[in-house]
């Protein structure tokens, strides 16, 4: 049981340090303060809190550097609970405290109580704490009266010659150990204990020919039967004594249709086992398949659910987990456009031609025609030079007779607003050459399907990979 950790006031601390602040000096634990109430232990008490009875009736003793054990007892026929203690000094400063919510103990009128408890000290040595030397008077407990027993130790439980003190579970074992040797009696050693009938002993220790001397013919013998059974009865191999847990290596890994790894496998999942339940095993795989949270044990294989066991011809690969691969296989792609976007384009000349052209006529109209004015001159005959006629601008002319006049001007109209029709014929067959200019450098986006799932599987049905240990 673990000791109550007490808190150390600060005036408790100060009685018990020495002068020279360099170690304790001894001081006298005098009494014992009990309370109900529930508080917090705080080293600058000075006094239990809720404090309803203190009792003088204690002693005790150093059990280890850091430990006291205390008694206390009170024979009034007072009633309250205990939920927190207080140790007092001879002088009356409270040294320590201890508190919880929970009931510590009970006492009714017509019990008497008996406190018995280990005060544990952080950095006090407890062999300073010592206390007087109160008697509490207890009875020794007997077989007929009740009362305190004194363990024996395990030479005086081998003796067997004490009957006031109590055996412990250690004599026990160092009694047995003694009589009937260690760790006995064993797993055949009880059989044999049990054992019922003399013929019982004898097939157990395999003595029936020997020591019968059923040898020979006429002795009632059956050639078909060993040990009184016949063959058939070895067939069955839940009959058999001394077999292996099972016929596998250990370290063998197997396929398993049920649902549950059979006897002498464990499942390949991954968790650790200790060394000391499976040795065979771990001596076979040892720590291959993971590092160990600590060296008691080790991580079996790892088979994850949806894969499988791939085989390798290299030792050092063994352990080591395949991410596998992907079979051979195509994908359906499509492309994106690229955008809006132009390409340029020229056309070149179709060489040299010509096209006709023609207008229509507007049908009958006028024009109005305006002239500057002139003047003619009438000459007879013989007027002039050659006496024949009339020149000018070295042009001769008959001579006539006439008069001679002048013209005002003659002038042309627009023969009314209108318009005439242009039609152009063709160049005949030809040709026009065209070229489109790149639009520049730039991408299309291809997206690609995706296909299958994470691990590259056969189909197949599911079963249990167990390792044999």
């Not at 795989?285 to 994850?304: C, E, H, M, Q």
């Amino acid at each position: 049981m673990t000791g109550l950790r007490f808190t150390v006031t600060r005036r408790g601390r100060e009685a018990i340090v020495n002068a020279e602040r360099n170690g304790t000096a001894p001081v006298l634990a005098h009494s014992l303060g009990l309370t109900d109430q529930v508080f917090e232990a705080d080293p600058e008490m000075q006094a239990l809190p809720g404090e309803h009875t203190r009792l003088t009736s204690i002693k005790g003793g150093a059990t280890s550097a850091d430990t006291i054990h205390v008694t206390a007892r009170d024979d009034t026929d007072a009633q309250y609970s205990v939920r927190g203690l207080g140790l007092y000094l001879a002088d009356g400063t409270l040294l320590a405290v201890y508190g919880q919510q929970q009931v510590l103990a009970e006492k009714s009128t017509q019990a008497v109580l008996l406190l018995a408890t280990d005060l544990q000290f952080a950095d006090i040595a407890a062999a300073d704490i010592t206390f007087g030397d109160t008697n509490f008077d207890l009875n020794v407990g007997t077989e007929e009266t009740p009362g305190v027993l004194e363990l024996a130790t395990p030479t005086e439980t081998i003796a067997g010659n004490d009957d006031e003190r109590a055996v412990h579970a250690k004599g026990l074992r160092a009694l047995l150990d003694r009589r009937l040797g260690e760790d006995a009696p064993t797993e055949f050693a009880m059989r044999l204990i049990a054992a019922a009938t003399q013929q019982a002993v004898r097939e157990l220790l395999e003595l029936k020919g020997a020591a019968l001397k059923d040898d020979g013919a006429g002795n009632g013998l059956d050639a078909d039967k060993l040990d009184g059974k016949h063959g058939e009865h070895y067939l069955d191999w839940e009959n058999l004594t001394g077999k292996p847990v099972s016929m596998l290596t250990p370290g063998q890994v197997i396929t398993f249709a049920g649902t549950a790894a059979p006897t002498g496998t464990l499942l390949c999942d991954g968790r650790e086992v200790l060394r000391s339940a499976y040795p065979q095993l771990f001596d076979a795989i040892g720590t291959t398949y993971g590092a160990p949270s600590d060296l008691t044990v080790f991580k079996l294989p790892k088979v994850d659910e949806g894969s499988g066991i791939i085989h390798t011809s290299d030792p050092n690969k063994v352990g080591q987990t395949s991410d596998g691969e992907v079979i051979q296989h195509s994908h359906a792609a499509h492309s994106a456009g690229a955008g809006s976007h132009a390409h340029s384009a020229s056309s070149d000349a179709a060489g040299d031609h010509t096209h006709g052209a023609w207008t229509d006529g507007q049908g009958q109209h006028n024009h109005g025609v305006n002239d500057p004015g002139h003047s003619h001159t009438w000459i007879g005959p013989n007027a002039g030079p050659g006496s024949g006629g009339w020149s000018a601008a070295g042009i001769t002319r008959p001579s006539i007779v006439g008069t001679s006049h002048n013209t005002t001007g003659i002038w042309l109209n627009d023969g009314g607003h209108h318009a005439h029709n242009i039609g152009m014929n063709g160049a005949g067959y030809h040709s026009h050459g065209v070229s489109v200019a790149g639009v520049g450098d730039h991408t299309h986006a291809i997206t690609v399907d995706a296909t299958g799932a994470a691990r590259n599987l056969a189909a197949g049905i599911r079963m249990l990979y167990c390792i044999a240990y």
